[in-house]
């Protein structure tokens, strides 16, 4: 395992209105944030459900 590793998710501030989002954008967005919600759903990491 390499110890120097690093994994850092920022999704940014502010607010994205689904309403002036194309269909096409969203399925980016949802596209990319697959790998948080693997995350957040691994009982291995502290993130997510439970989090503290």
Do not use: K, Q
Request: net charge negative; hydrophobic share 50%; charged share 15%.
């Amino acid at each position: 395992m390499n110890s120097n590793a690093v994994v850092a998710i920022h999704g940014g501030a502010g607010t994205i209105l689904r309403a002036s989002m194309s269909d096409s954008a969203e399925a980016e967005y949802h596209a990319v944030l697959h790998a948080v919600r693997l995350l957040e759903d691994c009982p291995l990491f502290n993130a997510g459900h439970g989090a503290v």
